[in-house]
């Protein structure tokens, strides 16, 4: 689905792992219209459709800009605060839902990122950088804040005082500061990402399905439950996985000194091109 800009996400599979492709539009750097939210949510629906896909990856097809956020010339068709609610609720709905998906979602920036691409990523599990980009908070300079949850996702990511000056200067910071505040992970030279990327997708290959599903569950319930129920979910997850045929399995895989047969299944869904 493409909007008038031409700008569109699309869908590709390498195996049991998901990309969502932003594709660089004709003109401009891509940008999130609300047709693009509507595709953007069918995506994620997709995914979760597929219990196989083991991870999912935001990429951006512009090596320039990763996102620039919304579409600043259809937005300012929303002029009352009912039309800007119902847009950033719509976003807001469609942030979470990438949040919940079963399996780890990889934000991979290989070019800057502004506005609500910030609030974009901040929904990711992992942020990879590539070397020389610049992140920026820019919704202030057009009078407004983060609508899509932003504000709440930075400050759970890097604290109060890094999310007060990011959201209230606007001011570009680069990769090397964004990880120094623990904004991202990790930071690639841009000729090594496709092969940094391998290498992440060989690793979870190697770590069960359901384990993967139980570590992040695990990690999201610390973000809304007090600590000692934290606790007991994470050893009410531990215990369930105790007697399953994968922990077995993966006792078995490490004295017999080979791959756990997880590794070796076939993907229900082959590898294939852009939907």
């Not at 039309?83 to 942030?95: D, S």
Request: charged share 25%; proline share 5%; with cysteine.
């Amino acid at each position: 689905m493409s909007d008038e800009t031409g700008n569109c996400i699309h869908l590709s599979r390498l195996g049991r792992h998901a990309v969502i492709w932003f594709e660089k539009p004709q003109s401009g750097p891509p940008v999130m219209t609300i047709d693009m939210m509507d595709r953007f949510g069918a995506i994620i629906e997709e995914i979760g459709a597929h219990p196989d896909i083991r991870s999912v990856t935001l990429q951006s097809e512009d090596d320039q800009v990763f996102l620039a956020g919304g579409d600043l010339q259809e937005f300012a068709a929303l002029d009352t605060p009912e039309k800007g609610r119902k847009m950033a609720l719509k976003m807001r709905k469609v942030l979470s839902a990438l949040e919940d998906l079963p399996c780890p979602v990889i934000a991979v920036l290989e070019g800057d990122v502004f506005g609500g691409g910030c609030e974009l990523i901040l929904a990711a599990d992992i942020l990879i950088a590539a070397e020389g980009i610049h992140l920026a908070f820019t919704q202030g300079r057009f009078g407004l804040i983060t609508g899509w949850g932003g504000a709440t996702r930075l400050t759970r990511r890097v604290g109060p005082g890094s999310a007060l000056f990011l959201l209230t200067t606007g001011r570009p910071i680069t990769a090397d500061s964004a990880k120094a505040i623990r904004l991202v992970n990790d930071l690639i030279a841009g000729d090594e990402m496709d092969d940094y990327l391998d290498e992440i997708r060989a690793s979870l290959e190697l770590i069960s399905p359901e384990a993967i599903r139980a570590a992040k569950k695990a990690v999201r319930a610390t973000q809304s439950l007090p600590f000692e129920q934290c606790l007991d979910n994470e050893l009410d997850l531990f215990t369930g996985l105790w007697a399953s045929p994968q922990h077995k399995e993966g006792l078995q895989a490490f004295f017999e000194r080979r791959a756990p047969a997880w590794a070796n299944e076939p993907s229900s869904d082959p590898d294939q091109g852009k939907e």
